[in-house]
T-cell receptor, first 115, second 113 residues
């Protein structure tokens, strides 16, 4: 158990739906991340939060909207997605963000399919 | 531009044989290098890192990696492969401008009995 829990594990949604992904970390970390994982591609960093403040937003379309209400919880709100958004969405946490030797702790991911 | 390359999509090794998963990088300044492993239906798990010091880094599950500055490589190795090592392996380097990780595309390692 990595200490990072993601729900749901699988999600199928239509392009007009609104859904949310949830991440919770039990490690007392100060930084949380959303990554997109597509087959045979490098992980794409989407958002970074440090102490509940967004510090990185890598040109992600506005149909993805993150929310970090406290240092233990992270959400990714989804609306009007496209089929190419189908992927595994991974949440991760670290003690702090920006430390050069720090490691990330990942959840098991949400496998998203957009129909 | 800073980048990481994993030249092999897949590596096949017989159980008990040594394995190598290759990684090369391009970064300005001193590299901070990492290996992560992803087992089926799981998130990524940290294996090992190189920050400074000895070029041979030891990590979890008997894995080690060799940092080679002249070849800008950080290959992952294990002397004797196990079937349970079958997984997806990712190399990453720390971006020196914003400290976020730059990832390779991953290498699928298949260990056959």
């Amino acid at each position: 158990e990595t200490g990072v829990t993601q729900t749901p594990r699988h999600l199928v949604m239509g392009m007009t739906n609104k859904k949310s992904l949830k991440c919770e970390q039990h490690l007392g970390h100060n930084a949380m991340y959303w990554y997109k994982q597509s087959a045979k591609k490098p992980l794409e960093l989407m958002f970074v939060y440090s102490l509940e403040e967004r510090v990185e937003n890598n040109s992600v379309p506005s149909r993805f909207s993150p929310e970090c209400p406290n240092s233990s919880h992270l959400f990714l709100h989804l609306h009007t997605l496209q089929p190419e958004d189908s992927a595994l969405y991974l949440c991760a946490s670290s003690q702090d963000q920006g430390w050069t030797n720090e490691k990330l702790f990942f959840g098991s991911g949400t496998q998203l399919s957009v129909l | 531009a800073q980048s990481v390359a994993q030249p092999e999509d897949q590596v096949n090794v017989a159980e008990g044989n040594p394995l190598t998963v290759k990684c090369t990088y391009s970064v300005s300044g001193n590299p901070y290098l990492f290996w992560y492993v992803q087992y089926p239906n799981r998130g990524l798990q940290f294996l090992l890192k190189y920050i400074t010091g000895d070029n041979l880094v030891k990590g979890s599950y008997g894995f080690e990696a060799e940092f080679n500055k002249s070849q800008t490589s950080f290959h992952l190795k294990k002397p004797s492969a196990l079937v349970s090592d079958s997984a997806l392996y990712f190399c990453a380097v720390r971006d020196t401008s914003n400290y976020q990780l730059i990832w390779g595309a991953g290498t699928k390692l298949i260990i056959k009995p």
